[in-house]
């Protein structure tokens, strides 16, 4: 079996504010990070979109182990059962006994999604009426900010499949492990469905804070998604985005030598694109053909579903 399912995408808000940091007085402020121009652009933390994911295969029927963490009565130290066999979250990515004598390191890694353009300042603003409670009109009421933007943001995802369903002794018994104690693995059957299962995750994203008035879709508009021999995020990078006439544009030139980079170890690689996102989508379907097959999103993470089940060989680790 490979040893690293490589994921890169574009998703598109248009108008939210997914990961929001500190608030300053009555505005509630958007993540963002600074450029070396100056300029600023927003990003949501790969904590939250961990976040999200987890709550999507919660929807899609896998048990959490935050169900059975024991949480001490100060709210400051959270123990997780440790059972990464039952738990689909434990094993994808991983826990920390407070203990210090458990821990697994996250097998799905996450980048947090960068915004390709600058942030402009866009503020929502939001009342609360205090007759609303039952108070006469004369109490007034208050009034809030959000930091909002419409962007389209680069995000990143490295799984290493040679770890998805297999734990050392050290990662389920910690300092009481014996020496040369065997630890544990499913079946293979079990790891693809576990893989699969991430995937239809990624595939119906969102979440995030204040959805309740600013939802926003945060599933992939454009995929790539790379089954290595090496563990490498070989798209993080590679997807640079500009406007042409008010439509993104992804330059292809960027991702084709990533390709051509990596492809001593790359074994199949498959591109999903939504019609209608991208201005040069027809230049983006032609420079990328040779590499790999290319269809929508949907198609793309069902083509790789069906490239991870082909190449697991249910006799390997």
Known sequence: MSRALVIGYLTQVSAANVNASHTEGNVVVTKKLTLPDGSTRPYVSGQA???????????????????????????QEVTPPVRPQAFVDEDLFGYLDPSGSRRRTSPVRVSAAVGMFAFAGDRDLGTRSFERFGAAMAEGGNMFETELYANLFRGGMLVELDRVGTFSALEL????????????????????????????????????????????????????????????????????????????????????????RFDPWRRTTI???????????????????????????????????????????????
């Open 49 to 75: 979109i961990r976040r999200m994911l987890r709550d999507r295969l919660a929807d899609l029927g896998w048990a959490l182990s935050e169900s059975e963490a024991q949480v001490k009565p100060n709210g």
């Open 173 to 260: 018994h910690g300092d009481k492990a014996k020496k040369g104690q065997p630890g544990d693995q499913l079946p293979a059957d079990e790891r693809k469905r576990r893989v699969h299962a991430l995937l239809d995750a990624l595939l119906l994203l969102w979440g995030g804070g204040r959805s309740a008035r600013l939802l926003a879709d945060f599933s992939p508009r454009f995929i790539a998604l790379a089954r290595m021999e090496a563990k490498h995020p070989v798209f993080l990078e590679a997807l640079a985005v500009r406007q042409e006439d008010g439509q993104p544009v992804l330059d292809p030139a960027p991702l084709v030598e990533a390709l051509r």
């Open 271 to 317: 591109f999903g694109i939504e019609p209608g996102f991208l201005a040069n989508e027809g230049e983006l379907r032609e420079a990328l053909s040779p590499f790999g097959r290319v269809g929508t999103v949907h198609e793309a993470i069902a083509a790789a579903k069906k490239d991870l089940d082909e190449a697991w060989n249910p006799s390997s680790p």
